[in-house]
């Protein structure tokens, strides 16, 4: 999109009036890039079909910087909506899109932005179908948090509930864990240092649905470890299922790069937010296959087996180490790292 025919090249509060400048955004910019029947009505909403249960996953991204190595604040905002859906073992179709812009934000960041949300929805297989623009005084924001409200059909094989995770299921992670929170901490103003670590910000729905087709209900729970990484999602499914989980330290997985700059930093990776990674609890007499489809697919790679449920230590999580020792691994209390997502 050429940005010099817009006749503007920064977001001020009158593309936020819901009069003319509004709509010429709207126009140039969204209706244009989003084009499909749904959103060409512009109406307020949109009427769409569902044949079964539905899944509705929300969630607002404040994430700074909004560009990042591997990334941005658009794509992970699709990705990060898409994945929720997916997690409760769902088919993500549709997204609604809000945008809470600041005054000011150039608008070649913003059509940046903009393009990297319909890339990500077209990789994802989503539209986006409504959503809303509001501007905000300079000062009052962060030049851009973005709101997706993502809807999908549950997979008719699916019955993913904490009710039916037991003892001795097992535990697998898709790839290697960190990243995103590293590549973000890696771009922090007086935190930098030379790194080629990414973000791991994907979508992993197509591969959650090949996993339901082949094995449905052996497949008890999913999860996504973002806002308080491995450490924290574990904690909480313990506590959910009040049994115990198990888990290896020379099983997780972590990119040597990233374990050198948590160690630099001073940080778990444990409890590092993570944007591309899920655990799913399966039943162990299917566990072998489930990861061999796993690392057969682009997106698990690097799955592995971390850990199991247990009858032991109900509600912890507890790390066996690499030298034969154990300790109780607690979930997050406050924020490692702020504005990660």
């Known amino acids: 999109m050429d940005t010099k025919n817009l006749g503007f090249d920064t977001i001020n509060l009158?593309?936020?009036?819901?009069?003319?400048?509004?709509?010429?955004?709207?126009?140039?910019?969204?209706?244009?890039?989003?084009?499909?029947?749904?959103?060409?009505?512009?109406?307020?909403?949109?009427?769409?079909?569902?044949?079964?249960?539905?899944?509705?996953?929300?969630?607002?991204?404040?994430?700074?910087?909004?560009?990042?190595?591997?990334?941005?604040?658009?794509?992970?905002?699709?990705?990060?909506?898409?994945?929720?859906v997916a997690m409760c073992g769902a088919i993500p179709k549709y997204l609604s899109l809000a945008f809470i812009v600041e005054e000011g934000l150039k608008i070649e960041d913003f059509i940046k932005i903009v393009n990297s949300v319909k890339a990500a929805a077209d990789k994802s297989g989503v539209q986006i179908i409504t959503g809303d623009t509001k501007v905000v005084e300079r000062g009052k924001g962060d030049k851009i948090f973005i709101n997706?409200?993502?809807?999908?059909?549950?997979?008719?094989?699916?019955?993913?509930?904490?009710?039916?995770?037991?003892?001795g299921d097992k535990i697998l992670v898709n790839g290697f864990i960190a990243q995103h929170g590293m590549a973000i901490m890696s771009q922090r103003e007086g935190l930098e240092f030379e790194s080629t670590?990414?973000?791991?910000?994907?979508?992993?729905?197509?591969?959650?649905?090949?996993?339901?087709?082949?094995?449905?209900?052996?497949?008890?729970?999913?999860?996504?470890p973002t806002r308080g990484g491995l450490a924290s999602v574990l904690s909480e499914i313990a506590m959910d299922i009040n049994l115990g989980i198990s888990i290896h330290e020379n099983k997780i997985p972590l990119e040597k790069q990233v374990a050198a700059a948590c160690e630099i930093l001073g940080l778990d990776p444990l409890?590092?937010?993570?944007?591309?990674?899920?655990?799913?609890?399966?039943?162990?007499?299917?566990?072998?296959?489930?990861?061999?489809?796993?690392?057969?697919?682009?997106?698990?790679?690097?799955s592995i087996c971390v850990g199991e449920i247990t009858s032991e230590h109900p509600k912890k999580v507890v790390m066996h180490s690499m030298v034969g020792g154990k300790r109780i691994v607690s979930p997050l209390i406050g924020e490692q790292l702020p504005r990660i997502c």
């Open 271 to 302: 409890y590092v937010a993570n944007e591309g990674v899920f655990l799913c609890i399966v039943d162990a007499a299917v566990a072998d296959e489930v990861l061999e489809m796993m690392q057969n697919d682009k997106k698990g790679i690097n």
């Open 197 to 224: 670590i990414k973000s791991d910000t994907t979508n992993v729905n197509y591969l959650v649905k090949n996993l339901l087709d082949q094995f449905g209900d052996k497949i008890h729970l999913f999860r996504d």
């Open 148 to 167: 997706t409200t993502g809807f999908g059909e549950v997979h008719p094989k699916a019955n993913i509930t904490t009710d039916n995770v037991k003892i």
């Open 14 to 84: 009158g593309h936020g009036s819901g009069g003319i400048m509004t709509r010429d955004l709207l126009d140039k910019v969204i209706f244009k890039t989003f084009d499909n029947p749904y959103l060409n009505q512009k109406h307020d909403g949109s009427i769409v079909k569902f044949e079964g249960e539905i899944a509705i996953s929300t969630d607002s991204f404040v994430i700074s910087p909004i560009f990042f190595k591997g990334g941005n604040i658009g794509e992970l905002a699709v990705n990060g909506t898409v994945n929720d």
